[in-house]
């Protein structure tokens, strides 16, 4: 008998999971606490915009393999494994992750474990969360050394969720027995030839952290070049593919512009340089501070440039801003540099109107002080400078001589180097990038 799954938290990776492990052809059970959350997920409505993942969770429900419910008690009498998936924010006010939601996942679920099982941690923690996990789990157990805990950090992007998740670059796992390692070699043997990587928790938890460091740094590199290349009236963008072409470096996370955002790097590279303080190990990642300076710097440059094209002064002034999302084929709109800029545009006094083509309810219930548009014609029209902030193949399709008639003035910064400079400029646009001249 293939072994049941459960899957407790239904985030952008929960739900993802639960589905494509129901497609693999498990029995799932997802479980979150929000009663509202599980009634749409068990209707078939995805609750985020996830490209690709909507057939999934149907077809899940519609072959009676996939189910959503609030209950502990359930989850625990059904599953042989689960999965938690619940979300790790950074602390109000501090670097350090709130691991709150995965303590009390634990304490809800161990309690009703009264048979053999795995729990397999998944979110992205601070390195040692495991061990504590291990203990607490032994603690509230009634099966006691029966239930196992292993850690299994995931990978997956926004916007490429499913596929991430079902052709995954590699799998992860931080075992303290060859029983937890069976259980899941035959969990993910669906999944085919998969480079696995065996290892103790704390590696295994430091994989995630380690991984999302390196990617956060590499866009920071290519920004602070931006920022020389300013400096120095050279181009990045050029710079950046001719470094691209050096297999060892690599044009991935090569793109200069306004930086990173979303709901994991940001928070992520704050919570490990907070856990390597307690660690007695933080100038090891001292330079993640400067990782971190030099993204939030890109946004204070994105709006003096827009001040500049705006005549020194945002009072007085339309701004037209395409993007809310934190990048392109997402709704997510946590810590997302798009937004940061809108806001604080609108809090210098500028007349900020948004649009986004997938993220605007999201970002309407966040920032009800800002203007939104319907379309992008809508948010630029009489605008004195357009932004645009996230890039939307829609908006790298747009005209400039159609956007040119329906704005006050045709000047435009582009901050994520999408645009083509040349079909702009020569449509009469005044056009400026970050990291170019
Ligand atoms: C990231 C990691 O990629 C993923 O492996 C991890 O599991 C979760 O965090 P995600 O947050 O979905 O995934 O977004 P990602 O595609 O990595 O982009 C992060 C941010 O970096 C975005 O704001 C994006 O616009 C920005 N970015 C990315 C750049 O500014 N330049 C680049 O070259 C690449």
Redesign the pocket.
Known sequence: MPYRLTVIGTG?LGITHASCMADLGFDVLGLDIDADKVRRLNSGELPIHEPGLEPVLRRGLDSGRLRFTTSYEEAAAFGDVHFVCVGTPQKRGEYAADVSYMDSAIESLAPHLDRECLVVGKS?VPVGTAERLADLLARLAPAGVEVELAWN?????????VE?TLKPDRIVIGVRSERAEKMLREVYQPLGDIPMVVTDFATSELV?TA??AF??T??SF??AMAEVCEAAHADVTQLSKALSYDDRIGG??????????????PK?IRAFMARAGELGADQALTFLREVDAINMRRRARMVDLARELAGGSFHGCTVGVLGAA???N?D?IRD??ALDVAVTIGAQGGQVTVYDPIALGNARKAHPELHYGESALEAVRGAHVVLLL??WPEFVDLDPEELGKVVAARRIVDG?NALNTETWRSAGWHYRALGRP
């Open positions: 952008y992205t950090p995931e990978f997956l992007r926004e916007g490429y969720a991430d995630k991984a999302n990617l956060a590499k866009i290519i920004n991935r996370f090569l793109n200069a512009g306004l930086g990173f955002g979303g709901g994991c790097l992520d934190f990048k392109p997402s997510d997302s540099p996230t890039e994520r």
